[in-house]
């Protein structure tokens, strides 16, 4: 069988660090680079007698996700403990939610290409996340930062419903877009704020069965998950064709090497003993606190996008662009009413403001440029003072260097404005009824097809350069005065 025979089959848990400023269950700092187990306490140490406390943030942020991805909300949210030995886990346990989580369904809009399709959600629940091993440090010994322990996390568990690398790279993408619109997470990879699990199995295409399958952990880049799954499907299918099956286990990924290696197999897979969580009662949602939840999302990543491409009619790609980060979408909505020419300001936007900022390190809110500079920018173009090439090329780097300064002052200290074309097609045009007054007396009473000589006269005299439709207005204003 060959490789087309076969179709993929994956699943994903991603963890999303929430940007609350204390932990889950404490009133632990959350700030990232803090130096080794300095953002410490008895409580994320889990120490005897010390009881958690449920972040507030934290459930509200989990909701608005919840709400966000068309989920239910659970009205009563309950906690467990899921135990496990290990040395960065000090209490011996992780607080999650097992029976009752926050949300439960709803779905992501992933877009490939031109086409849309849902990945449905099987839950959402709020945990806390452990600590951190570094083995990398010394040859026999190992160190633990528990600067990480309690940190507030969620967890998104999906259905198998991903077919493709490409298609975990859009959910991922998704979801970093959609945390950041609702404002609850910084959604940085590098950083570990988004990680994921991917579960992937394969089958022969166009059946339904659901074969073993094994689980890469902690993907912290799109590029690595897309290598980790890529690896999985060859050495999948390498075992399926030569009649084996795949053994169910836990694989790390190296990245080095573009490798995936067991970490564990099903038989010594943990048994988590997961129970009720004893220190922390169940949580009651009002329905005061959904309707605020519900009233924190003010525009979605998708329907941003939708807005710019099907309502405005603006191509994938610069929609694309002017619907990745909610400020962008904002930004631009706020000028597209105030603007007329609406082509000239998703050009600026997309090809000038955007990179300009970038190549400078800055993101919008950081622009020095205000919005009332903007506005005025652009009018020097449509209006035609100014010359595109012009604008583009020296005024808005000018201005960049000197940003507390008007387009239209910096311009005219320049020299740059062009001059009112108006009163010297005028004068010309003046020149040429004293030469002939007997046409122009035609001309005036009714001989419309004289307006062409006086438009070549005119052209001869300005070497062709002037603008045949500003100086026909000209010609006819002119005439009705008469
Ligand atoms: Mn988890």
Redesign the pocket.
Known sequence: MGQEAFETIIGL?V?VQLSTESKAFCRDKTEFGGSPNSQISAISLGHPGTLPFMNKKQVQYATRLGLALNGNINEVNTFDRKNYFYADLPKGYQI?QDKKPISVGGYLPIKMGDVWKNIRIHHIHI?EDAGKSIHTLHDSKSFIDLNRAGMP?I?IVTEPDLRSGAEVDAFMTGIRQLVRYLEISDGNMEEGSLRCDVNISIRPKGTDILNNRCEVKNVNSMKFARQAIEFEELRQQKIVEEGGTVAQQTLNFDPAIGVTSPLRSKEDAHDYRYFPEPDLPPIHLSADFLDTERKNITILPWEAFHFLHNELGLPVQEASILSELKDTFIFYKGLLEKVEDKKLLTNFMVNKLLPSLHEKGLSLADSPLSKEGILQFLSLISSEKLSHSIAYQKLFPLWMENPSLHPLDLAESQQWLQEKEEGKIELIFKEIIAEYPQKWSEFTSGKKGLAGFFMGELMKKTGGKSNPKEAMDILISMQNKK
């Open positions: 848990e963890h999650t945990e996390l967890e």
